[in-house]
Nanobody, 123 residues
């Protein structure tokens, strides 16, 4: 099982980035979610997509600004981040696991982590 996260970078407030998480070794077996960890803070859940019906779920702090999607043919999950704020600055990780009812809603449910990609929102 391998997860390869990419797409992070430096962006000004109000800008956009799209993160990608390419998964290999477990086609459609696990749910995938996005998490982030800011300096001095615990890793927190950001978003997940149901592996069964594609339903999407978001943390309150990103709802309405972030969109998670997946391309099953490429076994890749994306996180489109719009209207970025300085408080979105963190290392973003994708994670995979069985979760609960096909959803990953907490870091403790993740069995496999990607390497993380830095997102910095600053003027």
């Amino acid at each position: 099982v391998q997860l390869q996260a990419s797409g992070g970078g430096l962006v000004q407030p109000g800008g956009s980035l799209r993160l990608s998480c390419a998964a290999s070794g477990f086609k459609n077996r696990y749910a995938i979610g996005w998490f982030r960890q800011a300096p001095g803070k615990e890793r927190e859940w950001v978003s997940c997509i149901s592996k069964s019906d594609g339903s999407t779920y978001y943390g309150d702090s990103v709802k309405g600004r972030f969109t998670i999607s997946r391309d099953n043919a490429k076994n890749t999950v994306y996180l489109q981040m719009n209207s970025l704020k300085p408080e979105d600055t963190a290392v973003y990780y994708c994670g995979a696991g069985l979760g609960i009812a096909g959803l990953l809603l907490h870091p403790s449910q993740v069995g496999y982590w990607g390497q993380g990609t830095q997102v910095t929102v600053s003027s």
